[in-house]
């Protein structure tokens, strides 16, 4: 791995934070957690996330995240 290599996963890398938090304001995850803590599969329960990330048939849609609340 060169030196450019590692500066365009640096890059990349930049991209999670952004990429984290978009995810959790599509989920309503700030909301949820407004009433305190809970666990990852406290909140995953909560949104019905399990069943979102069961492999699905390349022709079905994903589902939208307003789908996904309980």
Not at 8 to 30: I, S, W
Not at 37 to 54: K, Y
Request: no cysteine; proline share 10%; charged share 25%.
């Amino acid at each position: 791995m060169g030196q450019a290599d590692v500066a365009a996963l640096r890059r990349l890398a930049g991209l999670a934070t952004p990429m984290t938090l978009r995810v959790a304001v599509t989920l309503g995850l700030p909301d949820r957690l407004r009433d305190g803590a809970a666990t990852a599969t406290e909140l995953a329960a909560r949104q019905l996330v399990a069943g979102a990330l069961r492999p699905r048939r390349p022709h079905q849609p994903r589902p939208r995240p307003q789908d996904l609340v309980v």
